[in-house]
């Protein structure tokens, strides 16, 4: 396997671009202010003629150890022994979603299938019933990771690349075939959850309506106290940790938007009626440790040093650690080793199972790492 990254800002560096022909797989991970996405994505074509080119609008690129805003983080890879389709579905809104993924997931089933992965428009998507619709037509020996589109702190406009240029409304996936390949992934978040736990008493799907027969964003707003004024995006700092069934691992939710005549909570994936949820927040040093266990659980799936490494972790996380974000990504380094190119974005949430024997799950608040070799 070969990888060849560059970090761009500008105009002059894509001008300047030089890429390797071979590579069969291009990702771009785009910030949404980014002013030549139309000019990069030419070049790429131009440069890389048989590539598969994907990747999503941002709320940070990763490079390296770096964190970048209005950049993008290009990462071009040739394969030596893997073979790379890729193809897209529509989705126009959050009732599409399982459906979407079954189709995603039809389409690339072929002979040799080891790896999909994916990425989504971020706003128009219940995450995690496009998860359980991927699922649906992929062998259990088959792994799924990848994340949904970001826009900043924003919430207002996603885009997903496919091929030569950003569109909203799609989810995009990729194959990855051959014996040759290997992949590890992990996901682990490192909030503290506190408070009393609250049973769902309303929802359908990704709306949450009323906790312990409450209107649900009453009881949010309560507990925000000043913060409130300034939802949905000061929700990214208090999610949701919620367990559906009594033994069930407990996965992390983020607030989307809010509804104030409903009284509800949009959700980036499904709320159960009948679940149990409990407030987080916060706790640094725990953020950075679940980085580092990430990293842990993924090299040990993937018993060997890793070439490529995709790293997706949330945007509550960046709003969260501010100037130290870039500690963990440096946690994960020192898991990994000095090897491995780094690539990834700051996201609306994960995809990826908790580990070996765990299903694939849509998580918000986590780091999330893919990590590849032949």
Partial sequence: MKVQQKSLSGL????????????????MFVAPGFEHTTELLEAVRQQCPNAKVTGCSTAG??????????????????????????CSVPVQNSSDSYEAGAQLSAKLQQDGLRHVLVFSDGLHVNGARLVEGLKSNLPPAVSLTGGLAADGPDFKNTFVIERDKPTDNKIVG???Y????????????????????????????????????????????????EKAKDLPGSGLLFPLSMRDGKDALPVVRTILGIDEEAQSLTFAGDIPTGSYVRLMKANVDRLIKGAEQSAEISNDILKEEA?????????????????????????????LGPKPAFTGFYSYGE????????ACQLHNQTMTITTISE
């Fill in 307 to 335: 070439e490529l490494v995709i790293l997706i972790s949330c945007v509550g996380r960046r709003l969260v650690l501010k100037q130290l974000v870039e500690e963990e990504i440096e946690a994960v380094r020192e898991v």
């Fill in 61 to 86: 690129e990763i490079d390296g150890e770096q964190v970048n805003d209005n950049s993008v983080s290009l990462t071009a890879v040739e394969f030596a022994k893997t073979q790379v389709q890729m």
């Fill in 351 to 358: 995809i990826a199972p908790f580990g070996e024997f765990t």
């Fill in 178 to 225: 051959g014996s040759a390949l290997k992949v590890g992934f992990g996901s682990k978040g490192g909030w503290d959850s506190f408070g009393m736990e609250r049973k769902v008493t309303k929802s359908i799907d990704n709306v949450l309506y009323e906790l312990d027969d409450v209107p649900a964003l009453e009881v949010y707003k309560n507990f925000l106290g």
């Fill in 174 to 176: 990729v194959g990855l």
């Fill in 12 to 27: 002059q560096q894509i001008n300047e671009l030089e890429l390797n022909a071979n590579a069969q797989l291009v990702l």
